[in-house]
């Protein structure tokens, strides 16, 4: 998720494991704790190829068994920080679950977490919470804020951060029920309207687990729409995509592979002269009424030949805050309508 909740879960984590002994340091232990895995987009900066970037943000430094090892060195540089004041399994347990719940709460997201490098690059997303939702992070924050202005010995410091936590997970819980409702939605709306499809995926669209994102998909054809629980018309529209797959050849090689690697099945090609557009439709739709492609996903990767053989380039746009605030308007317009 945005770095900002992966700080005030990592405050937590150090809150409720060391904060009756060292008290406020033990939020700032635990926000550094929940921020350092993200600090593998310096080496993705570093490699300078979008594509290559794929494989290294969210993998090592979020795996798992990675995390647990590298907690040992974490704990016992603070323990000696401490002067031995307190024990090395406390300090091992507030880095450890600093690390561990940042690559678990990752998991949630769309993006795709690889969870057990070096067993395995599978990419585990969940897809029930946005990247950024802030029903999930605001109230968890202000209880922790609340927390740093109460002394460490006060029994209720520990209980509210203990209610933060609660509060949180169970918003966390509520998400999977959001997307079951909103993935069965689908499945009746797909059947409804006769639409054929070998795989379905349901996602929350961005700031909010209201307004779901669903994607129906053949070898063919993706049929996309959105859902929200509060629109007055109880039927969904389904945009149609031709996934054109035959486009791939010619390109086939390790960047192609890492695209559709990272895609977990939800892409589809399309051509600007000589040029490859691969489209990661896992991401959802920008606009929400458009049936060209293009419009639809304005983040895209483009594979080309040069002599140096298959390269590629990313397409992000660069939103002012104009057009930011235009797509908000958008999609608060789109959870009402």
């Known amino acids: 998720m945005d770095s900002l ?32 895995p993200d600090l593998d987009v310096l080496l993705t900066r570093a490699v300078h190829d979008s ?17 647990i090892v590298f907690a040992v060195p974490f704990a016992y540089l603070t323990y000696l920080l401490f002067k031995k004041q307190y024990s090395l399994k406390s300090f091992y347990l507030l880095w450890m679950l600093g690390f561990t719940t940042h690559a678990i709460l990752d998991s949630f997201t769309t993006y795709g977490t690889m969870l057990f490098l ?32 109460m002394k460490r010995d006060n029994p209720k410091r520990y209980v509210w951060a203990k209610r933060a936590v609660y509060l949180s997970s169970v918003y966390m819980l509520l998400s999977f029920g959001f997307k079951l409702m909103a ?20 996602s929350p669209t961005m700031f909010n687990s209201v307004l ?16 929200s629980f509060f629109q007055h018309n109880n039927s969904i529209e389904f945009a149609v995509y031709p996934r054109k797959l035959y486009l791939q050849k010619g390109f086939e090689g390790k960047k192609l592979n890492t695209l559709l690697w990272f895609s977990q099945g939800k892409y589809l090609f399309d051509k600007s002269g000589d040029t490859l557009n691969i489209y990661l439709a896992k991401w959802g739709r920008t606009s929400f009424k458009t049936s060209t492609v293009k419009e639809a996903y304005i983040f895209y990767h483009q594979l080309y030949k040069s002599k140096n053989g298959i390269e590629s380039k990313v397409i992000e746009p660069k939103f002012t ?3 930011l605030q235009t797509w908000l308007s958008i999609l608060w317009d789109r959870i009402w309508s």
């Open 321 to 323: 805050g104009g057009e």
């Open 212 to 227: 779901w994102a669903g994607m129906a998909f053949t070898d063919s054809t993706i049929y996309t729409g959105e859902y």
């Open 118 to 149: 070096p067993f395995t690059n599978y990419l585990v997303g969940f897809n029930n919470i946005a990247v950024v939702d802030p029903l999930y992070t605001i109230p968890f924050m202000f209880i922790l804020i609340g927390c740093l202005f």
């Open 5 to 36: 909740t992966q700080i005030v879960l990592g405050a937590a984590c150090g809150e409720l494991t060391m904060g009756k002994k060292i008290g406020n340091k033990a939020q700032l232990l635990g926000a550094i704790a929940g921020t350092l």
């Open 51 to 67: 594509v290559n970037s794929l494989e290294i943000h969210r993998s090592y430094s979020h795996a798992l068994p990675v995390q």
């Open 183 to 202: 993935h069965k939605k689908f499945e009746s709306e797909l059947v409804r309207q006769n639409i054929k499809y070998d795989n379905l995926s349901t």
